[in-house]
């Protein structure tokens, strides 16, 4: 069975600290992504990564960095969390192939204080 | 990029056949449809996805028009359990996908 996991379920955290949450898949697959979903906006992409030490911006990447050290390992880093940062934060992976699917975590509802 | 345009909410009575709409007029020739959808507290997972043809699987069928511009996701007996939000998406076989706020279904018993 496939499986994306994510280090936690909820999070929470004061404004200005460094956060890291962690997204780890057993699929063996070339790209990993991060979103955040909040109510009314669906899902958007923060950043994405099609190997080992590459990304790429997503949509709304700013206040965010990303860490692809090992290939089933994909980081999201708040350097310095916010209010406005304050959401579910979704990991997902897929192999490379054209119309692959994409795999999601269950997904880390952090809150900022 | 290309958009898709979906009902905000849609209900449903259980084990009927469910017939969910997406709009994409802009699609382009090489865009495949995507649907997903996302059950109450979980990630969303894959449904089913398309070029030109109608697919087939074991969670749903998908009906795409002749031109490509619109494309229906059929559930054939809803469940209880089909209730979630359902996200239509095109993908740019850059694998980026752009989730929009896709149609709530409602299963009513």
């Known amino acids: 069975d496939v499986k994306v996991t994510q280090s936690s379920r909820y999070l929470v955290k004061r404004t200005g600290e460094k956060v890291f949450l962690e997204c780890v898949q057993d699929?063996?697959?070339?790209?990993m992504f991060w979103y955040r979903q909040d109510p009314g906006l669906g899902l958007r992409l923060i950043y994405f990564?099609?190997?080992?030490?590459?990304?790429e911006k997503g949509d709304i990447p700013e206040g965010y960095s990303v860490s692809r050290e090992k290939k089933e390992r994909f980081s999201l880093i708040l350097e310095s969390a916010s209010t406005n940062q304050t959401s579910m934060y979704l990991c997902?992976?897929?192999?490379?192939?054209?119309?692959?699917?994409?795999?999601f975590g269950p997904g880390t509802r952090l809150t900022v204080t | 990029d290309a958009k898709t345009t979906q009902p905000n909410s849609m209900e449903s009575n259980e084990e009927e056949p469910v017939h969910l709409p997406c709009n994409h007029s802009?699609?382009?020739?090489?865009?495949?449809i995507h649907w997903y959808r996302q059950l109450p507290s979980q990630g969303p997972e894959y449904v089913i996805h398309?070029?030109?043809s109608n697919v087939n699987n074991r969670m749903a069928s998908l009906a795409i028009a002749e031109d490509r511009k619109s494309s229906t996701l059929i559930l054939h007996r809803a469940t209880l359990r089909d209730a979630a939000v359902y996200y239509c998406?095109?993908?740019?076989?850059?694998?980026?996908?752009?989730f929009g706020t896709g149609t709530r279904l409602t299963i009513i018993p």
């Open positions: 990564s099609y190997d080992v030490k590459m990304k």
């Open positions: 699929m063996d697959h070339e790209n």
């Open positions: 398309g070029l030109t």
């Open positions: 997902a992976s897929s192999s490379l192939h054209s119309g692959a699917e994409q795999y």
């Open positions: 802009t699609i382009s020739g090489t865009d495949y």
């Open positions: 998406i095109l993908d740019f076989g850059n694998e980026k996908l752009t």
